[in-house]
């Protein structure tokens, strides 16, 4: 017997067992992400203009997302929840694609699908009361998962993934009055509790450059990684540089403070953020792809527990 040997063997096989994935997760078959499918999404969410809770924008958008994962998911919930923000009271919709419903292990990947309704990065304080369109902050995270979805409509994944859309991540303008809908959810979860969560917020720069968060990386170090070498399998690690840039208080910390290991893929070096030049122009079909095709092999590699 070659102890060494199959020791190294067994610890193989357990790492394989506890990341929960296949030795290389590209090799995983799945249905092809298009990038300017997606792109389209994003122009969608933008025609509605600014998608700020209690505007007519904002209703609809709502119902536009729920009529595009109605034709993909198994079922689509949504979670109405009222808000009151200096003194208004605002009604809102966490929006849920609900596929594989019964897998024991489920991934939820999400992100917001409001819009600041002040633009507070701008130079000019004429303009900083002015909501902004949010092609990128907001509708580019929203356009990937739109895309994902019909990959899972395709070909089922097999294990359970629930599509989340917060509402209320960026109301504000003080961190109190934002991520209404993730705490909202992290504190009314039932039965859609997730296994681990993936965050999509600003993946659409023409500029893609999404580094390590220093939140995600205390909380799921493991799952972090594994996307890292996942985008350097694929080819995309000028895409996902290796190193911790940010710590970031976005809708993943929610999740992450209620018990469910919640990484965020950002790029927080978008020059428009919180401005109004935040546009279409702005963004990319290949910076969707790329983002894309990254979390759909992450999801398409996972196996579920159940014999």
Same mark, same amino acid.
């Given at each position: 017997?070659?102890?060494?040997?199959?020791?190294?063997?067994?610890?193989?096989?357990a790492?394989?067992?506890?990341?929960?994935?296949? *030795?290389?997760?590209?090799?995983?078959?799945?249905?092809?992400?298009?990038?300017?499918?997606?792109?389209?999404?994003?122009?969608?969410?933008?025609s509605?203009?600014?998608?700020v809770?209690?505007? *007519?924008?904002?209703?609809?958008?709502?119902?536009?997302?729920?009529?595009?994962?109605?034709k993909?998911?198994?079922?689509?919930?949504?979670?109405?929840?009222?808000?009151?923000?200096?003194?208004?009271?605002?009604?809102?919709?966490?929006?849920?694609?609900?596929?594989?419903?019964?897998?024991?292990?489920?991934?939820?990947?999400?992100?917001?699908?409001?819009?600041?309704?002040?633009?507070?990065?701008?130079?000019?304080?004429?303009?900083?009361r002015?909501?902004?369109?949010?092609?990128?902050?907001?509708?580019?995270?929203?356009?990937?998962?739109?895309?994902?979805?019909?990959?899972?409509?395709?070909?089922? *994944?097999?294990?359970?993934?629930?599509?989340?859309?917060?509402?209320?991540?960026?109301?504000?303008?003080?961190?109190?009055?934002?991520?209404?809908?993730?705490?909202?959810?992290?504190?009314?979860?039932?039965?859609?509790?997730?296994?681990?969560?993936?965050?999509?917020?600003?993946?659409?720069?023409?500029?893609?450059?999404?580094?390590?968060?220093?939140?995600?990386?205390?909380?799921?170090?493991?799952?972090?990684?594994?996307?890292?070498?996942v985008?350097?399998?694929?080819?995309?690690?000028?895409f996902?540089?290796?190193s911790i840039?940010?710590?970031?208080?976005?809708?993943h910390?929610?999740?992450?403070?209620?018990?469910?290991?919640?990484?965020?893929?950002?790029?927080?070096?978008?020059?428009?953020?919180?401005?109004?030049? &935040?546009?279409? &122009?702005?963004?990319?079909?290949?910076?969707?792809?790329?983002?894309?095709?990254?979390v759909?092999?992450?999801?398409?590699?996972?196996?579920?527990?159940?014999?």
């Amino acid at each position: 017997m070659h102890l060494p040997r199959l020791i190294g063997v067994a610890i193989f096989l357990a790492l394989l067992v506890v990341s929960g994935c296949a *030795p290389s997760a590209v090799q995983a078959e799945r249905p092809a992400f298009d990038g300017k499918r997606a792109f389209a999404d994003l122009e969608k969410q933008v025609s509605f203009g600014p998608r700020v809770p209690g505007t *007519p924008g904002h209703l609809q958008c709502r119902d536009w997302l729920m009529g595009e994962l109605q034709k993909t998911a198994d079922r689509v919930e949504v979670q109405t929840f009222t808000q009151v923000v200096n003194g208004k009271s605002l009604r809102m919709y966490n929006i849920f694609g609900i596929f594989n419903e019964n897998a024991s292990k489920r991934v939820m990947l999400c992100a917001h699908w409001d819009t600041r309704p002040t633009a507070d990065e701008e130079l000019d304080p004429a303009n900083r009361r002015k909501p902004i369109l949010g092609a990128n902050d907001g509708a580019s995270g929203v356009a990937v998962l739109l895309e994902l979805a019909r990959q899972f409509k395709l070909k089922r *994944p097999e294990v359970g993934v629930i599509i989340a859309f917060w509402d209320g991540e960026d109301y504000g303008p003080d961190v109190n009055n934002m991520l209404l809908g993730s705490r909202y959810f992290a504190r009314n979860m039932g039965k859609l509790r997730p296994t681990y969560g993936i965050l999509l917020d600003m993946v659409g720069d023409k500029d893609l450059q999404i580094y390590k968060e220093t939140n995600s990386v205390y909380a799921a170090p493991e799952l972090v990684e594994r996307v890292w070498r996942v985008a350097g399998e694929l080819g995309y690690r000028k895409f996902f540089p290796n190193s911790i840039k940010y710590t970031i208080i976005d809708d993943h910390v929610p999740l992450i403070e209620a018990g469910v290991p919640c990484i965020d893929l950002i790029d927080f070096d978008y020059p428009y953020w919180h401005t109004l030049q &935040d546009t279409v &122009d702005k963004c990319s079909p290949t910076s969707l792809q790329v983002v894309g095709e990254v979390v759909a092999a992450i999801v398409y590699a996972e196996r579920d527990s159940k014999p």
